[in-house]
């Protein structure tokens, strides 16, 4: 009897030293692997606590047969991208167009970090002169709009430096919208998402948009009484279009920002 309980302690004993040299020297040291693969593998202990085959491959963390130190010593890398590039150009026609821009993958995520982001955004887009030179505006017809922020990068100069006309505001009292608008969850195109029917907007009739010849905008139905009902379509996507009517004319447009937008 004596002997069995010698021969026992001298086993823990044995599994113990076995145990702590597997801990010094580490299951997954240089052994990181991607993906899955059944060769990433080593005789260690797992983070269960059960010695045996233990993996030291990416979707170890799924299957949940991780060698002990594979956070130690596979961290996760999250997926790493450059600056946007340069927004490309319109498409010169005079119509609404998307313009792009995009970005590069400088470091693939590893061991289970943060997927690439998309790397391609898009906005709306519309040119106010052709490959002619010929402007693109109108007075009357449907009136495209976009968000007040797309107006914040306009110049504020001609091209001989001299100051533009500042321009002016419309309101108009929204009438309807088509579904398309609601369910806009593009980044470039949320705006849509506040067009709300019943609800008062400012259009401001800034320059390019504003033809200092003619002093309007497309679609500003500067000639129209207040009860005619005007079309509108928001530049981005073109399902998202409605109907308003005009309320007044003002120097400068006072709606809160998800209620102000701007004439291209």
């Excluded at 113990?16 to 040291?29: D, F, I, K, P």
């Excluded at 995009?102 to 106010?128: D, F, H």
């Excluded at 005007?230 to 209620?259: E, F, Y």
Aim: proline share 5%; net charge positive; aromatic share 8%.
């Amino acid at each position: 009897m004596m002997g069995s309980s010698v021969k026992l302690a001298c086993w823990l004993l044995v599994v113990a030293s076995l145990g702590q040299n597997h801990l010094v020297t580490g299951g997954c040291s240089g052994k990181c692997c991607r993906g899955r693969d059944l060769s990433c593998s080593t005789i260690d202990w797992r983070m269960n606590r059960v010695y045996g085959t233990c993996y030291c491959d990416e979707s170890c963390v799924k299957t949940k047969d991780c060698c002990f130190d594979y956070f130690t010593e596979c961290p996760a890398q999250d997926c790493a991208v450059s600056s946007w590039s340069f927004w490309s150009g319109c498409t010169k026609t005079c119509e609404s167009s998307v313009r792009v821009r995009v970005r590069q993958i400088e470091r693939q995520p590893s061991n289970s970090g943060e997927p690439c982001p998309s790397l391609e955004e898009k906005a709306g887009c519309r040119e106010y002169r052709d490959y002619q030179g010929s402007h693109c505006g109108r007075n009357s017809g449907t009136a495209l709009i976009s968000s007040l922020e797309f107006g914040k990068g306009r110049p504020k100069h001609d091209s001989y430096g001299n100051p533009l006309d500042p321009g002016f505001c419309i309101e108009f009292k929204l009438e309807s919208r088509t579904p398309s608008c609601t369910v806009e969850n593009r980044p470039h195109t949320l705006w849509m998402r506040y067009i709300t029917e019943g609800f008062k907007v400012c259009v401001a009739c800034e320059p390019p948009a504003l033809r200092n010849n003619s002093g309007s905008c497309q679609g500003d139905g500067q000639e129209s009484n207040k009860e005619a009902v005007l079309h509108w379509q928001a530049v981005g996507n073109p399902r998202c279009s409605g109907t308003w009517k005009k309320v007044q004319k003002t120097q400068q447009c006072t709606c809160p920002p998800q209620h102000s937008f701007v004439f291209i």
